[in-house]
């Protein structure tokens, strides 16, 4: 697969998430052309096919949805592209994994710990 960078129109990065409840409490997203927003609740294969994301990226844990329930929906919708989780540090990041890749296979998985919340901006 390309390492094009995420504002390459080969690659794109949809943010799955609660967006409408972050645009709500005033969080600003950053805009730019290499990233796409969606609410978990709107995923579906049409919003996946509109999008045709290479990256989709979505926190371990979010209201009302975690990471196993995204990764068996893009499983569910046919997703072939890389799904990478952003998740607080874990005990044992290994096993969440192993679940994460089980919900979805063929689907190129990973975890990212952080241990600050990321504020997104473009630069």
């Known amino acids: ?12 990065i949809l943010v799955v998430g609660n967006v409408r409840t972050w645009i709500a409490q005033g969080r600003e997203l950053p805009q730019d052309s290499g990233f ?19 990256i989709v990226l979505s926190p371990l844990v979010a209201n009302g949805f975690d990471a ?19 998740s607080p540090k874990l005990p044992h990041p290994d096993m969440v994994l192993t679940e994460l890749r089980a919900q979805a296979p063929g689907i190129d998985c990973e975890l990212y710990q952080v241990t600050n919340p990321l504020k997104l901006r473009v630069v």
């Open 1 to 12: 697969m390309s390492s094009a960078a995420p504002n390459d129109t080969s690659e794109l």
């Open 36 to 54: 796409r927003y969606l609410d978990y609740a709107d995923m579906d294969a049409e919003a996946l096919s509109d999008a045709a994301p290479s």
């Open 68 to 86: 196993l329930d995204v990764a068996a929906r893009l499983y569910t919708l046919g997703f072939t592209g890389r799904y990478r989780v952003l």
